[in-house]
């Protein structure tokens, strides 16, 4: 349906359906989030990115089962299409594309950052700090150079996936590969040095808030659990994906949660959780210039090695959302969700077109925003769509018990159903939490959801007439075939 | 509107089972219906539809298939009375479905009263084989080789090639546009494709949904 399929034996084994996943949870949100979640939670931020593992566990079970029994790729809007109303599905649809596309927008603030570190560690530039602005003469504005490398980064990325389907092929495997191997080496390199043996994990909570900061921290970097969706966008494209599919969402989540609490160990215990806030996007980056070795043959500065990991993560993720939310706009473009445009391949390029420009807009758009509202959308509305996809499971067991099932999630109900009440509670105390830190964000979420219904009627209305047209095309079906 | 139609098909058999990797193929959203447990863990494991395990003739397993929404319903398993009870079953709760049942034998057009369009695949079959056993240079218009097919494809209004030169449109490498407009000509690098004139295609299974995309929307 879209690029991939350009090279006809692209199988992925399961060794590469694994890394899909591993490289979208891992990729980002490690880097970009970890310094966020320790402001608000202080040391227990080793807890958080646990916890949320284990809540994301449960509708990675509904993924699996979904996944195993609906042979299409188009990850969770395709299953929620396949047994809701036009309604639910089209505001599914709304709510992933809109979660992919301020994902997009926080990988590109947590480019940005990072990308000025590297520049600073090789002495390009003053450290990140002191650039504040990049004055323009000809409009004689300042922006934040920040904000303009974010956008660039956004610009570029879209353009060669608009013009191009190379980018979206199966290099994922390779890339995983070398960020992992980066947070190894951060890892071990960070257990070793004197400044972990002295790590000071008390108190373990942050000062003042308590346990109960976890809870919002939690909300804020739940979108770094995202990557199982992405596994499934690709499915078509796996072997045996019935086995397949299944294993790559445990194991890509069970491989990504260790990763994650080394690194947020490490993080926290050489840097402390006061200091890695204080770095914000760049944390992760920040803490290991702090032990890494220096004069090293090439990159001199050893820190440097995990800042390029940071820089490239963060470009690989946006990468991957860029043409994750153009999939989720060129399926509802097909499904006759969106305007039907949305759902062709450009003439000249062979890619969805339309769907990658219109997901353009509102990414360059909210790279505007502040790396946290980002964050907290952009967890807010996976969450709400991972609740929808734990609703579908329930709703295809009770409506089509004689669907075939290559994979039965044990313990039904009990799995969806914890699924939905955790990620309720979590969504609950992200929206409580907005209201008092972030109304913007919550405000534009709100935005967003009223447009998607002002939309769907308006689309509802276009459609009624056309749709009879539609109808007698349907007859020249056999005539196209003989 | 887009060229994909919701289909359910009745009977996953080697009949069945081929239409659907077929349709799948074109990019179309298929729900096969198969009682055979046997058969419905080898077509999982081909995974090229959904599969409702259960006989067809019951109006409970034809809603669980997604009756409500399907464009079409082919009923192709062996049996001509079944498939022609699923048709009319499905009419009864679809009204505005399209029914196409599978025959057994070539005098079954006359059935043509009670589902839209009846298929004898037998005869088909024979066709090609007859080909092949007279051994003539040239083929039907068919599945003529092992993968490759050759289709006859009507452009769509408002598709993303339509009213385009051929020389603008990028088709997906191992796709070929072979005729000029209803097959008069080969077609050139200034032939246009016109929307509502049909052309001859080759085209490898792997690319075809991209190019029924381009030509269909």
């Known amino acids: ?482 | 509107m887009t060229g994909s139609r919701d289909v359910i098909i009745a009977g996953g058999g080697r009949v069945g089972f081929e239409t659907a990797a077929l349709l799948a193929d074109h990019g179309h959203d298929v729900t096969i219906i198969e009682r055979d447990e046997r058969i419905v863990d080898e077509i999982a494991d081909e995974w090229v539809a959904t599969v409702i395990e259960g006989d067809a003739t019951d109006p409970g397993i034809i809603e669980q298939a997604g009756i409500e929404r399907a464009d079409v319903i082919a009923a192709l398993t062996g049996e001509t009375g079944l498939n022609l009870g699923v048709c009319l079953a499905a009419s009864e709760l679809s009204p505005e479905i399209r029914t196409v049942a599978r025959i057994e034998r070539a005098t079954g057009q006359e059935y043509t009263r009670f589902v839209d369009a009846v298929v004898f695949p037998e005869h088909a079959g024979a066709r090609v084989a007859a080909d092949e056993i007279i051994g003539r240079d040239m083929q039907t218009l068919a599945d003529v080789t092992s993968t490759l097919d050759i289709m006859l494809v009507r452009v769509t209004e408002g598709a993303p090639a339509a009213g385009k030169q051929l020389s603008k449109v990028r088709f997906p490498a191992g796709a070929l546009v072979v005729s000029d407009d209803d097959g008069n000509r080969v077609a050139r690098s200034d032939t246009t494709l016109t929307a509502g004139r049909r052309y001859v295609i080759a085209v490898e299974p792997e690319v075809a949904d991209e190019v029924m995309n381009l030509m269909q929307g």
């Open chain 1, 1 to 482: 349906m879209d690029g991939s399929n350009r090279s006809p034996n692209a199988e992925l084994g399961l060794l590469d359906a694994t890394m899909i996943g591993m490289g979208a949870m891992i990729g980002a949100g490690i880097f970009v989030l970890t310094g966020l979640a320790a402001e608000i939670a202080g040391p227990a931020a080793i807890l958080v990115f646990t916890l949320n593992g284990v809540v994301t566990a449960f509708t990675g079970l509904s993924y699996a089962e979904l996944a195993a029994s609906i042979p299409k790729s188009g990850g969770g809007y395709a299953f929620v299409r396949e047994i809701f109303d036009d309604l639910p599905s089209f505001l599914m649809g709304w709510m992933l594309w809109f979660a992919y596309m301020i994902a997009g927008a926080l990988y590109a603030l947590g480019f940005a950052p990072n990308f000025l570190e590297l520049l600073h560690v090789y002495g390009f530039v003053a450290p990140p700090d002191a650039v504040d602005a990049l004055a323009i003469p000809v409009v004689d504005i300042a922006l934040p150079v920040g904000f303009l490398l974010a956008f660039v980064a956004v610009l570029a990325l879209v353009a060669l996936n608009a013009v191009s389907t190379a980018a979206s092929g199966s290099a994922e495997t390779v890339f995983t590969i070398i960020k992992v191997g980066i947070l190894v080496v951060f890892v071990g390199f960070g257990l070793a040095s004197p400044m972990f043996s002295e790590a000071e994990f008390q108190p373990l909570f942050a000062e003042g808030a308590g346990p109960a900061a976890i809870l919002p921290a939690m909300g804020l970097t739940f979108i770094a659990f995202e990557g199982y969706d992405l596994i499934t966008t690709v499915t078509e494209e796996v072997e045996n994906p019935r086995e397949n599919i299944p294993k790559a969402i445990f194991l890509s989540l069970i491989a990504t949660v260790i990763v994650y609490l080394a690194v947020v160990a490490v993080a926290v215990g050489t840097l402390g959780a006061q200091g890695l806030a204080e770095a914000g996007e760049a944390g992760i980056a920040t803490a290991a210039t702090e032990f890494m070795p220096t004069g090293l043959p090439i990159i001199q500065n050893g820190g440097a090695l995990i800042v390029f990991g940071a820089v490239f993560s963060t470009l690989t993720a946006l990468n991957a959302v860029v043409i994750a939310s153009s999939r989720v706009a060129f399926s509802m473009g097909r499904e006759g969700q969106l305007l039907p445009s949305f759902g062709q391949l450009h003439h000249r390029y062979g890619t969805p077109f339309v769907a990658i420009l219109a997901s353009a807009v509102v990414m360059l758009g909210s790279v505007a925003l502040p790396t946290q509202s980002a964050g907290n959308m952009s967890s807010l509305f996976f969450l709400l769509s991972f609740i929808v996809v734990n609703v579908a499971v329930i709703r295809l067991r009770r409506e089509r018990p004689n669907m075939n099932r290559p994979y039965e999630m044990p313990f039904y109900p009990a799995p969806p159903l914890i699924g939905i009440a955790l990620n309720l509670l979590l969504t609950g105390v992200l929206v409580v939490y907005l209201v008092r830190t972030d109304p913007l964000a919550l405000g534009l979420s709100a935005g967003w959801i009223l447009l998607g219904g002002v939309a769907y009627f308006l689309l509802d209305r276009v459609r009624t007439p056309a749709e009879e047209g539609a109808e007698t095309g349907i007859d020249m079906g056999p005539e196209a075939e003989r």
